[in-house]
């Protein structure tokens, strides 16, 4: 490196004011002051940024001189301005290096920089920093209110993460839970606190765990998918969840972690699954209805001609062999119509208010008989008078397809030991939770269980078990339609029916009905006997099918009837209109022409109303409307049914004479 070359006086002289005039055209303002901290240099821009008069800023002026001016003006804040100067005096003469910053009385702020000089004294550099400063506030200003708005909308997320009805989570590439909703933690008994952190290994069931693993690991490597599982929550309800996983990718398309949505699909999958069994419940109903009215006329002309025919023939074996077993292969067909309709939920249902405690008890007397020595029958009833609002027919036949419904387990099990047959009535309360597991308001129920020890029925087959014509007997006989009117005839009682049972450990059925606190009404009297022989008396018999109306003439007649026929309701009418005399119209309901059976009976009724009036239906599904104020009999019927309806008919018939005689 080259020496410097030596100035004169004169150059020595020009450089320095080259210097100082370069140091006056700067943007801040400088000072410097020797060891006895008097001012040697001060450039013009000092002046302006302190506003510090010029012969201030000469020469030998005193570093106390300087602070005082600028104490005197202000420039140190309040205070005593004999305490502040001696005060920078003190650390000025420890010569070391500061930064400080300070704001003027006009607001600006100013950043003063002093570092010592090798001589002694110091050099200051004094920036105006305003603009930088208000830069800086007005920059963390708005880094704190958008703070806070991530604060706030981090807040809302949760809310809104927490309100949902869905569990909510987020796990990284090790399957560590970074974060989970309220509801999510929840569901396993937990708060959001004790599941962040911890592994998936930690809070899922070992049965969640593994169905899930499978779809974690396609998660993890960037693909979304979803899956469905049975999942026991912790209150206890059984619930179908839907879980959608979709994978957090980074810019460079790695996976970072996966989110979690679980969706609670019980409702909506029963939806489905309610209307799916409705659909086929209406494509049952229309079948049995469309076949019905057919169905039950051919059943009626076998059973008209069966009968008779049993009671002619003297040889008992023939009877035995043959008769009695087409009445009985007839009998069960009509049997099987109203199943089938009872499924179907088109059979009318006759609710009433009953003591259930009374139906029970008659179920003893309809089990007992049909179970061997080898099944032991156990009921069990708690309290004494249980209200509700059900069809007693349709409730008792429920209770007895369960009782052989468990027979049949029992049966199939093949058990060595004694086989048993538990039926329990009791009355129970179901509060929120319970209600909303079994599909049912809170409230006061009548809890009916049937329990058996039998062969027990795998998740598949119980799945199937309510569904119409679904049997697991096989060839060992059973329609498959016991249990769906059992379950029809809890639904159309708004009550609910579930299964607990477990491959070669039994079964239990438990049925809930609504309880209600009103007792039944009192039977009315029954009405006066009346003579089951009708001698003397004339019957037009109405019937388009030419077997059919043979069968019930021949009915007629045997009860001491004189009887005229007609094939439809437009003959009957111009029989009536010719012939006096008729006691009785007998009339099917469906026929051909323009006068069906029921336009008949008003035609009738209001014509000839002495004359008893009876209608006939195939049509199990016929519904009385309040209408028709006749008795109704329904295809195939017994002959004492259609005495009983006859003496209804001329009951109603001898009142209307009887009020007409008192007018």
């Given at each position: 490196?080259s020496?410097?070359p030596e100035?004169?006086?004169?150059q020595a002289?020009?450089?320095?004011?080259?210097?100082?005039a370069?140091?006056d055209?700067?943007?801040?303002?400088?000072?410097v002051f020797?060891?006895?901290?008097?001012?040697?240099?001060?450039?013009k821009?000092?002046?302006?940024?302190?506003d510090?008069?010029?012969?201030?800023l000469?020469?030998?002026?005193t570093?106390?001189?300087?602070?005082?001016?600028n104490?005197?003006?202000?420039?140190?804040?309040?205070g005593?301005?004999?305490?502040?100067?001696?005060?920078?005096?003190?650390?000025?003469?420890?010569f070391?290096?500061h930064?400080?910053?300070?704001?003027?009385?006009n607001g600006?702020?100013?950043?003063v920089?002093?570092a010592?000089l090798?001589?002694?004294?110091f050099a200051?550099?004094?920036?105006d920093?305003?603009q930088?400063?208000?830069?800086?506030?007005?920059?963390?200003?708005?880094?704190?209110?958008?703070?806070?708005d991530?604060?706030?909308?981090?807040?809302?997320?949760?809310?809104i993460?927490?309100?949902v009805?869905?569990g909510i989570?987020?796990?990284?590439q090790?399957e560590?839970?970074?974060f989970?909703n309220?509801?999510?933690?929840q569901?396993?008994?937990?708060?959001v606190?004790?599941?962040?952190?911890r592994?998936?290994?930690?809070i899922l069931?070992r049965?969640i765990?593994?169905v899930?693993?499978?779809?974690?690991?396609?998660?993890?490597l960037?693909?979304?998918?979803?899956?469905?599982?049975?999942?026991n929550?912790?209150?206890?309800?059984?619930?179908?969840?839907r879980?959608?996983?979709?994978?957090?990718?980074r810019i460079?398309?790695?996976?970072?972690?996966?989110?979690?949505?679980?969706?609670?699909?019980?409702?909506?999958?029963?939806?489905?699954?309610?209307?799916?069994?409705?659909?086929?419940?209406?494509a049952?109903g229309?079948?049995?209805?469309g076949?019905s009215?057919?169905f039950?006329?051919?059943?009626?002309?076998?059973?008209?001609n069966?009968?008779?025919l049993?009671?002619?023939?003297?040889?008992?074996?023939l009877?035995?062999?043959?008769?009695?077993?087409s009445?009985?292969a007839a009998?069960?067909g009509a049997?099987l119509?109203?199943?089938l309709l009872?499924?179907?939920r088109?059979q009318p249902?006759?609710?009433?208010?009953v003591?259930v405690h009374?139906?029970?008890?008659g179920?003893?007397e309809?089990?007992?008989?049909?179970l061997p020595?080898s099944?032991e029958l156990n009921?069990?009833?708690?309290?004494?008078?249980l209200?509700?609002?059900?069809?007693?027919?349709?409730m008792?036949?429920?209770?007895?397809?369960l009782?052989?419904?468990?027979?049949?387990?029992?049966?199939?099990a093949?058990?060595?030991?004694?086989?048993?047959i538990?039926?329990?009535?009791?009355?129970?309360?179901?509060?929120?939770?319970?209600?909303?597991?079994?599909?049912?308001?809170?409230?006061d129920?009548?809890?009916?269980?049937?329990?058996?020890?039998g062969?027990?029925?795998?998740?598949?087959?119980?799945k199937k078990?309510?569904d119409?014509?679904f049997s697991?007997?096989?060839e060992?006989?059973g329609?498959?339609?016991?249990?769906?009117m059992?379950?029809?005839?809890?639904e159309?009682s708004?009550g609910?029916?579930g299964v607990?049972?477990?491959?070669?450990?039994?079964?239990?059925?438990?049925?809930l009905i609504?309880?209600v606190?009103?007792?039944p009404q009192?039977?009315?009297?029954?009405?006066?006997?009346?003579?089951?022989?009708?001698?003397?008396?004339?019957a037009?018999?109405?019937e388009?099918?030419?077997?059919?109306?043979?069968?019930?003439?021949?009915e007629?007649v045997?009860?001491?009837f004189?009887?005229?026929?007609?094939e439809n309701g437009?003959?009957?009418?111009?029989?009536?209109?010719?012939?006096?005399?008729?006691?009785?119209?007998?009339?099917?309901?469906?026929?051909?022409?323009?006068?069906?059976?029921?336009?008949l009976?008003?035609?009738?009724a209001?014509?000839?109303?002495?004359?008893?009036?009876v209608?006939?239906?195939?049509q199990?599904h016929f519904d009385?409307?309040q209408?028709?104020?006749?008795?109704?009999?329904?295809?195939p019927?017994?002959?004492h049914k259609?005495?009983?309806a006859?003496?209804?008919?001329?009951i109603?018939?001898?009142?209307?004479a009887?009020?007409d005689a008192?007018?």
């Amino acid at each position: 490196m080259s020496e410097r070359p030596e100035l004169n006086d004169a150059q020595a002289v020009e450089l320095l004011i080259q210097i100082e005039a370069g140091l006056d055209n700067i943007d801040q303002g400088i000072t410097v002051f020797d060891k006895n901290l008097q001012l040697v240099f001060a450039n013009k821009r000092l002046g302006e940024l302190l506003d510090v008069p010029q012969q201030l800023l000469t020469r030998g002026t005193t570093f106390e001189d300087v602070i005082r001016y600028n104490s005197e003006h202000g420039e140190y804040g309040p205070g005593d301005v004999e305490e502040q100067v001696q005060e920078r005096i003190r650390v000025a003469r420890e010569f070391r290096a500061h930064t400080v910053e300070r704001v003027r009385p006009n607001g600006r702020v100013i950043r003063v920089s002093g570092a010592p000089l090798a001589k002694g004294g110091f050099a200051t550099i004094y920036t105006d920093i305003t603009q930088q400063r208000h830069y800086e506030i007005e920059l963390q200003r708005r880094i704190d209110e958008q703070t806070r708005d991530l604060r706030r909308s981090e807040e809302r997320l949760r809310l809104i993460a927490n309100e949902v009805p869905a569990g909510i989570a987020y796990l990284d590439q090790d399957e560590v839970f970074q974060f989970v909703n309220r509801r999510f933690a929840q569901s396993y008994g937990l708060n959001v606190d004790e599941v962040l952190g911890r592994s998936t290994h930690e809070i899922l069931a070992r049965e969640i765990h593994e169905v899930s693993a499978p779809y974690f690991a396609r998660a993890k490597l960037g693909e979304a998918t979803e899956f469905d599982l049975d999942f026991n929550h912790i209150d206890g309800r059984e619930l179908d969840i839907r879980t959608f996983l979709r994978p957090d990718l980074r810019i460079d398309k790695t996976v970072r972690g996966f989110y979690v949505l679980s969706i609670n699909f019980t409702q909506q999958r029963a939806a489905a699954q309610a209307l799916s069994q409705a659909q086929k419940m209406e494509a049952i109903g229309r079948l049995s209805s469309g076949i019905s009215h057919d169905f039950n006329n051919l059943l009626t002309i076998i059973l008209g001609n069966l009968r008779p025919l049993a009671e002619r023939v003297e040889d008992a074996e023939l009877i035995k062999e043959m008769i009695n077993p087409s009445l009985r292969a007839a009998k069960r067909g009509a049997e099987l119509t109203r199943q089938l309709l009872t499924v179907a939920r088109r059979q009318p249902l006759d609710a009433r208010i009953v003591n259930v405690h009374e139906v029970f008890d008659g179920l003893r007397e309809l089990i007992k008989p049909s179970l061997p020595s080898s099944i032991e029958l156990n009921m069990v009833v708690e309290g004494e008078r249980l209200f509700a609002k059900v069809d007693p027919g349709q409730m008792e036949n429920a209770l007895l397809n369960l009782a052989l419904n468990a027979k049949a387990a029992i049966d199939d099990a093949h058990k060595q030991e004694q086989g048993h047959i538990g039926l329990m009535l009791r009355a129970v309360t179901l509060g929120n939770i319970q209600a909303e597991r079994f599909g049912l308001i809170p409230g006061d129920y009548i809890e009916i269980s049937c329990e058996d020890n039998g062969a027990g029925m795998p998740t598949a087959v119980q799945k199937k078990i309510f569904d119409p014509f679904f049997s697991t007997r096989g060839e060992a006989g059973g329609t498959g339609l016991g249990l769906s009117m059992a379950q029809s005839f809890v639904e159309v009682s708004s009550g609910y029916i579930g299964v607990q049972s477990e491959a070669d450990k039994g079964t239990v059925f438990t049925i809930l009905i609504p309880q209600v606190r009103e007792a039944p009404q009192e039977n009315e009297p029954l009405a006066p006997e009346f003579s089951t022989q009708f001698e003397g008396q004339m019957a037009l018999l109405v019937e388009d099918q030419d077997e059919v109306r043979a069968v019930l003439r021949r009915e007629l007649v045997e009860l001491g009837f004189s009887v005229m026929e007609a094939e439809n309701g437009d003959e009957a009418i111009e029989l009536l209109q010719t012939i006096d005399g008729f006691d009785l119209v007998l009339s099917d309901i469906s026929m051909p022409g323009q006068t069906n059976g029921v336009k008949l009976a008003q035609i009738v009724a209001k014509r000839l109303p002495l004359t008893s009036i009876v209608l006939m239906t195939g049509q199990a599904h016929f519904d009385q409307d309040q209408s028709i104020k006749h008795p109704v009999l329904r295809k195939p019927f017994e002959q004492h049914k259609l005495i009983e309806a006859i003496q209804h008919a001329q009951i109603a018939r001898s009142n209307y004479a009887n009020m007409d005689a008192t007018e």
